[in-house]
Nanobody, 115 residues
Framework: QVQLVESGGGLVQAGGALRLSCAAS????????MGWYRQAPGKQRELVAI???????NYADSVKGRFTISRDNTKNTVYLQMNSLKPEDTAVYYC?????????WGQGTQVTVSS
C-alpha cells in the first residue's frame, strides 16, 4: 500500500522559510508525478507545484520565484522549499503522487505564516 508522509510544516513569520518533505513508502517504483497542493480555510484545494519524473516543474503564479519543488528518486521523496513566505501562504499543504495513473494523497501538514 502506497503511503505519503509529509513533514516540515509549522509556524513562521512573514518573510521566513520552510522546507516541506514528502516521502512515499510501500512501493519500489518512482511516482510518475509528484506535487504539492494546499487548502486554506473556506477555500478549495489548489495546486502549488508539480514535478514529473524528468525533473520539469510547474508552479502556481502566486508562488513563482519563491517556492522550489524538487524530488529525489532514490528516496521517493519530494520537497517544497518555501521562501519569502506570506500570510496568504497559510494553508494545509498536501503531498500528491501519481503511480500508474492512480492518485495518492498525504494527510497534510499545516503551514501558518504570521504577519
Amino acid at each position: 500500500q502506497v503511503q505519503l508522509v509529509e513533514s516540515g510544516g509549522g509556524l513562521v513569520q512573514a518573510g521566513g522559510a520552510l522546507r516541506l518533505s514528502c516521502a512515499a513508502s510501500g512501493t519500489t517504483f518512482n511516482p510518475n508525478l509528484m506535487g504539492w497542493y494546499r487548502q486554506a480555510p473556506g477555500k478549495q484545494r489548489e495546486l502549488v507545484a508539480i514535478i514529473p519524473s524528468n525533473g520539469d516543474t510547474n508552479y502556481a503564479d502566486s508562488v513563482k520565484g519563491r517556492f522550489t519543488i524538487s524530488r529525489d528518486n532514490t528516496k521517493n521523496t519530494v520537497y517544497l522549499q518555501m521562501n519569502s513566505l506570506k500570510p496568504e501562504d497559510t494553508a494545509v499543504y498536501y503531498c500528491n503522487a501519481i503511480f500508474f495513473s492512480v492518485n495518492y494523497w498525504g494527510q497534510g501538514t499545516q503551514v501558518t505564516v504570521s504577519s
